[in-house]
């Protein structure tokens, strides 16, 4: 049936990989994606330039909601996994924050309607940065040996428990911390967009239908997108905040003196 | 990537670099604006917010830890000088009692004095008019003994013409 819909119609179903790469607009590095990135970009600064230009120790509307995030990310996120070491890197969470939940925002826009998060090359970036960051404060804190010991050697095992313990805490310290964590972003912007995709299109496939019954049944699905949408910035929002919370734990417990 | 088109999909996990050198860069430069000319200065207004309100509180709580102070200084002061007050009345009320039992017994004892006094001096002339009377009544008996006897012999109405000048004497004697 539902090939037979994609030739009357020419709707593409049913959704897969390939709504996910577009044409591009011009060349490999101008692209939807790219320009989704630039566009967050330019509307971050612009945002917290108009915002800040002229801080108040009362602050206005703008600045209120500037600093309400910052206090956020730096009491909630920084502190918390931290300590007091991660007030200095709150500034770091921020904009990263505000980064990661602006463009998964893009995925309900109306006209942008994807994020660019669920083109994996963005959150591998972001990642590689939380990744270089982590090791490179817990050699600067403890030496490469000492981070080493740190992040492989549990205290108060028996000796040979650590053949097994070791591969396993230096996969997970330095394998699979980063991979999660670009993949964790990825996957959900990933499968929020299918999921919409889905319900969408799906609607639009019932509609198309001979049978009026069929027809009917796409309103659900219309509403299913609507909720999904609705969903989505919760998902965007606290991917966001999980990636932010994530990145702090891992920085926290590379400079921790005890594993 | 017009691949999916010609049938051969981008595997979704293998990135494309074009996006991992624009994600870079993009990513980087907002970075650098917002941590260099933003971020600081948020950091510096959180932290002037909270100066300002902690150092409110403890400004407010100094303020009224020393309005309590105060207070209860105003009460111990309040109440010393009530005793003070009371001390100073009871003590005047005490002085005054001893004040006019000593001017009650000086004015007695003056008044008995001067009563003393007068009956004494009363006493005194009494007894010198009673010794000069007896004087002058011995010395004017004599007198008039004498004229009496001097004139013996003349006739009534002399006698009592002599009589009456004594008197008259005596009279003007006594108004003198």
């Not at chain 1, 330039?49 to 600093?67: C, D």
């Not at chain 1, 502190?79 to 500034?91: D, L």
């Not at chain 2, 001390?87 to 005490?94: L, M, N, V």
């Not at chain 2, 005194?124 to 010794?131: A, D, L």
Request: proline share 4%.
């Amino acid at each position: 049936m539902s090939a037979q819909l994609v030739a009357a119609e020419g709707l593409p179903w049913p959704p897969g990989v390939k709504d996910f790469y577009l044409p591009e607009v011009a060349g490999p590095f101008v692209t939807k994606f790219t320009l989704m990135i630039w566009l967050a970009v330019g509307l971050l600064i612009i945002f917290f330039m108009a915002t800040y230009r002229n801080p108040k120790l009362v602050p206005g509307k703008g600045q209120w909601v500037a600093e309400s995030i910052y206090g956020l990310v730096r009491d909630n996120i920084a502190r918390e996994q931290m300590g007091s070491a991660g007030v200095k890197f709150a500034p770091y969470f921020t904009v990263l924050f505000c980064y990661i939940a602006l463009t998964n925002l893009f995925g309900i826009i109306p006209g942008l309607q994807i994020s660019p998060n669920s083109h994996i090359a963005f959150p591998i970036v972001l990642a590689a940065i939380t990744y270089v960051m982590y090791i490179y404060l817990g050699v600067r804190q403890h030496g490469v040996g000492g981070y080493l010991k740190q992040s492989l050697i549990l205290p108060g095992i028996p000796w040979p428990m650590h053949f097994l313990l070791i591969p396993i805490e230096f996969l997970q310290t330095f394998i699979n911390r980063p991979v999660t964590l670009a993949v964790r972003l990825f996957a959900n912007m990933f499968a929020g967009h299918l999921i919409l995709l889905v319900f969408t299109i799906g609607g639009f496939v019932l509609l198309a239908s001979d049978n009026v019954f069929i027809q009917a049944t796409s309103i659900f699905s219309f509403i299913m997108a609507i909720v999904m949408a609705f969903f989505e910035v919760l998902i965007a929002l606290l991917q966001a905040y999980v990636f932010v919370t994530l990145s702090a734990n891992y920085m926290g417990s590379a400079l921790a003196s005890e594993h | 990537m017009i691949l999916a088109a010609e049938g051969v999909e981008h595997h979704p996990l293998v990135p494309l670099w074009q996006e991992l050198v624009i994600g870079t860069i993009a990513f980087a430069l907002l970075c650098f604006v917002l941590l260099k000319f933003v971020m600081p200065r948020m950091e510096a207004m959180y932290q002037a917010r909270v100066d300002a309100i902690e150092g409110g509180l403890k400004r407010a709580e100094a303020a009224q830890a020393e309005a309590n102070q105060l207070l209860e200084q105003y009460r111990a002061q309040l109440a010393e000088v009530r005793t003070e007050a009371a001390r100073i009345r009871d003590d005047a009320r005490a002085d005054a009692e001893s004040i006019r039992t000593d001017i009650l017994a000086k004015a007695r004892e003056e008044s008995d004095r001067v009563i003393a006094a007068g009956r004494e001096s009363l006493a005194v002339e009494r007894q010198t008019i009673v010794r000069e009377l007896r004087a002058e009544v011995g010395g004017l008996a004599v007198e008039l003994a004498g004229r009496i006897v001097g004139e013996s012999l003349a006739d009534e109405a002399r006698r009592k013409g002599t009589v009456e000048r004594f008197l008259t004497d005596l009279e003007s004697a006594g108004a003198r």
